[in-house]
């Protein structure tokens, strides 16, 4: 598989029992409504997360992988931190076990775009091995993302929206 092809498969969107980001919908001025399913991240007090139940592609080649997505505000200046960090769940791993998810956090800040409620995209990479949580091709993992909202990079003072059906693994 070369750089910049789909690498992993998105199983399921899962939420923590607390500090989750929103379920939303976006719609157009159109007459013809066509919602658009949002995660939606407020800048509030406390992170909030979402989880992708994921499985790595067989033929992913190794060299890392890297997260793309788009997402939307109403702000027309500022900027959002986002941070993701992922965890194996394949069979051998324990999936009740305590994990400490900041192991392998990797982030990226991004600047809107300018204009209310136009698209930015936003890729976080990682490293093959440690990473990655040593995943293997073919094994399932979990990819936790959150806005880090107290982050000195994100001075975004409304909702961050990720448009859902952007979200993307890609290989390095």
Not at 81 to 90: E, F, G, L, P
Not at 134 to 143: M, V
């Amino acid at each position: 598989m070369a750089s910049g092809f789909e690498c992993a498969r998105i199983a399921k969107v899962m939420f923590p029992k607390t500090q989750f980001a929103q379920p939303g919908a976006i719609e157009d001025a159109s007459t013809i409504i066509t919602p658009t399913d949002t995660l939606d991240f407020q800048p509030i007090t406390a992170d909030e997360y979402v989880i992708l139940g994921c499985r790595l592609l067989e033929d992913y080649d190794g060299g890392g992988i890297k997260l793309r997505f788009c997402w939307v505000s109403s702000a027309t200046s500022g900027s959002a931190r986002w941070v993701a960090s992922i965890r194996s769940t394949d069979v051998g791993d324990s999936i009740t076990a305590s994990f400490t998810w900041s192991t392998n956090e990797q982030g990226v800040t991004t600047a809107t775009s300018g204009t209310a409620g136009t698209e930015v995209q936003s890729e976080i990479t990682f490293a093959d091995g440690a990473q990655i949580n040593s995943i293997l091709k073919g094994e399932a993992f979990e990819l936790r993302i959150h806005r880090d909202y107290d982050h000195a990079g994100d001075d975004l003072a409304v909702d961050a929206r990720i448009l859902v059906h952007t979200l993307a693994i890609l290989e390095v």
